[in-house]
């Protein structure tokens, strides 16, 4: 299968550690922003979302966290298990009212887990 | 269900070819993207769709690149010309875009190499 992770900051953890994955996002006025996990050989998976009138969300072992101050943006894993193995990329909307049809992807971050 | 799906998975052609990558979105799902993605790299914007029009085609890279959506299903994005710098996975997307749902569910990818 393809690699994507050539090239990619890296984070490795130990399974059952939490993960904390970061990106920092460009244009003020984006209002939606996404998480995406992608395995190798495989397609963007979406994790979890959050609009810019909240500062965080949580969903099933995953929590992100918005810093509209200094655009900045983080995906927080609890219990990082081997499946969870994978390129993260954060993307951004660029405000367009809400709608996130021109997303904007960041560079994305390998996760390696280690059991 | 039956998600997003491309064809062909691999295509390598001769530069001057022209080349048509196919998308088949989930069902009921009103809108449709196109994006690349470079090894390491997250996904590009391409074009996006509402049905069977075109809503914005300001990411694709000049007049050789064209996509269509006829019947407001299946898509078609169609390289004229090839050369080598198109070698890249081409990505379909699509959303439901229906009380508020707008995640992007991806396809597998077409990887395209012009020799």
């Known amino acids: 299968g393809e690699s994507v992770g050539l090239h990619l900051p890296t984070l490795s953890v130990q399974e059952g550690d939490n993960s904390i994955i970061n990106c920092a996002y460009s244009?003020?006025?984006?209002?939606?922003f996404i998480w995406y996990k992608q395995e190798s050989g495989k397609g963007p998976q979406f994790i979890i979302d959050?609009?810019?009138?909240?500062d965080k969300r949580q969903g099933q072992r995953v929590t992100v966290l918005l810093n509209k101050t200094v655009k900045h943006l983080s995906l927080q894993i609890a219990a990082t298990q081997p499946g969870d193995s994978a390129v993260y990329f954060c993307?951004?909307?660029?405000?367009?009212?809400?709608?996130?049809?021109?997303?904007?992807f960041g560079k994305g971050t390998l996760l390696t887990v280690n059991p | 269900g039956a998600g997003v799906s491309q064809s062909p998975r691999y295509k390598v052609t001769k530069r001057g070819q022209d080349v048509a990558l196919r998308c088949d979105p989930i069902?009921?799902?009103?809108?449709l993207y196109w994006y690349r993605q470079a090894l390491g790299q997250g996904p590009e914007f391409l074009t996006y769709?509402?049905?069977?029009?075109?809503?914005?085609k300001s990411g694709l890279p000049n007049d050789r690149f064209s996509a269509e959506r006829p019947e407001g299903s299946i898509s078609t994005l169609t390289i004229q010309r090839t050369e080598q710098r198109d070698s890249a996975m081409y990505r379909c997307?699509?959303?439901?875009?229906?009380?508020?749902?707008?995640?992007?569910?991806f396809g597998p990818g077409t990887r395209l190499t012009v020799t």
């Open positions: 244009n003020s006025a984006s209002d939606y």
């Open positions: 959050i609009r810019s009138n909240m």
């Open positions: 993307a951004e909307n660029g405000g367009r009212g809400g709608s996130n049809y021109k997303l904007t």
């Open positions: 769709f509402n049905y069977e029009a075109q809503q914005d």
């Open positions: 069902s009921g799902h009103v809108s």
């Open positions: 997307a699509s959303s439901l875009n229906l009380r508020g749902s707008y995640e992007q569910y």
